[in-house]
């Protein structure tokens, strides 16, 4: 199995950092509980320190307890590949990017559903971009329609459907409050119109009120 990235160790040596290169090209082992992802719990997409390849996603990643970043799945097929290794006495399945081939960690069977499946992972084999590619693809793959500005691409998706709420909230509130007006005016004859737009304002303004408390 050759890699999609044909460099030298000596090109690997000068890209990477002492440790990186140790970790990534000599499989080697960070420490437990030295790395900087074990406790990491930010949204967004682990990528290859060496090549930049998106492997895992934070929506699968869990607390092992083992000291190294745990996840239950790939991010993707084909994104990491699999070797039998048989080092240090065990058998092991060894993980490694499916581009560049670097040394991320070992898969093992006593992860939680639904795969079971536990990737413990290298922190120095990884590199984090945060609400990148996680979010943008749960749009995608839901086809929900375009956030209006950047600045919402990242938000949770339930934020988004709240103030879709809150704006129905504010038009409903907005007619309540003129079909009321319009009806005290004409009170004479009009009492139902200001009961139905008192009940319209009084929707609108729950409707608004519920939101908020949602978003803080
Ligand atoms: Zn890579």
Redesign the pocket.
Known sequence: MTDK?AKSEEDWKQILSTEQYHI?REKGTEKPFSGKYTTHKKNGVYV??????PLFSSETKFDSGSGWPSFYDIIKEGNVKFKTDVSHSMNRIEVV??????HLGHVFDDGPKPTGKRYCINSISLDFKENKYGEILEFLDKKKSKPKNKQMVGKPIGLIKNMSKARIGTVILTIGVIISLFGIRHSETCVITAIIGLILFFVGLWMIFKEDKKAV
């Open positions: 990235i990534l290859c320190t060496g090549c930049g390849n990017c499916g581009i560049c081939g670097g």
